[in-house]
């Protein structure tokens, strides 16, 4: 099958997939951290799992960059960028999460694993193959600086809101409310980084690609944000009233 046709499907499924993973999760909370039960089949360790979910994602593009190395041009700017969150995402984050006894669903595992592969092929072809930057004047265009000024704003979002919750030291099995940066307007402002971080990548690289992995992180975060928040408010009878789930001042 051609290279442009397996793109097209894979570009089309990620945009299509997530409506459906919107839709599921507006209903469903993902079982995992305070939503943990039963029912999904087997767990495995926490620190493993989420390690193992990012590393398609940083290899995948990585190996679409080394396979079109003579038409990468001056894309590999991109894939600095990219890396530099997955790095983060892969060994960083897990490191300094409290994971104790805690466990993942290892059917969550892999289709977190089918999807970073995915996201990291369509990323990589387009932007390393189908339409490869071969002018570096993109560099000094608006869309590109503004795109990196919003994919690190939501990077640093996120990384301070994952450096709050991780300095937490609530009892096994307890939580606290997180209080300081933006959890001072919202429940769940690792997911609002998350958000517009991606968003930022979109603009930067200016690709369907980058929209569709956007558009994905939304569908994804935005409803376990509002399912996080909801918990926080049924579990702390002292919530702080003016806190949103994940749009300060909105929702």
């Known amino acids: 099958m051609p290279l ?17 993973v ?8 993902a079982p995992y951290g305070k939503f943990t039960r039963k029912g999904w089949g087997p ?3 926490s620190l493993g799992a989420w390690m193992l979910m990012e590393i398609p ?7 679409c960059a080394w396979i079109f190395r003579d038409t990468i041009g001056w894309s590999w700017i ?22 104790g006894r805690k466990t993942f669903p290892v059917t969550m595992v892999v289709s977190a694993l089918f999807f970073n592969t995915i996201n990291g092929y369509i ?14 004047s993109w560099f000094t265009d608006s869309r590109f600086i503004l795109g990196v000024l919003v994919f690190f704003t939501g990077f640093s979002i996120h ?15 307890r939580y606290i409310i997180p209080q300081g940066g933006l959890f001072r307007w919202v429940s769940c402002p690792n997911y609002l980084g998350e958000i517009i971080q991606w968003f930022g990548w979109a603009l930067l690289t200016w690709s369907p690609a980058g929209l569709a992995f956007a558009v994905f992180t ?15 408010k049924q579990n702390f009878p002292d919530y702080p009233e003016n806190r949103k789930a994940v749009i300060p001042g909105i929702i």
Do not use: C
């Open 4 to 20: 442009t046709e397996t793109y097209n499907i894979a570009l089309i499924f990620q945009f299509s997939v997530s409506i459906v």
């Open 22 to 29: 919107f839709t599921f999760l507006l209903f469903v909370s």
């Open 43 to 45: 767990r495995m360790n």
């Open 57 to 63: 994602a940083a290899f995948t593009i990585a190996v």
């Open 78 to 99: 991109f894939l600095l960028i990219w890396e530099f969150h997955y790095i983060y995402r892969t060994f960083v984050f897990p490191a300094k999460m409290h994971h």
């Open 123 to 136: 990323n990589g072809v387009f932007l390393f193959k189908l339409r490869p930057l071969t002018d570096p």
């Open 159 to 173: 990384v301070d809101s994952d450096r709050r919750i991780q300095a937490q030291k609530p009892a096994p099995g």
């Open 218 to 232: 939304f569908a994804n975060v935005f409803p376990r944000g509002i399912s996080g928040h909801r918990w926080y």
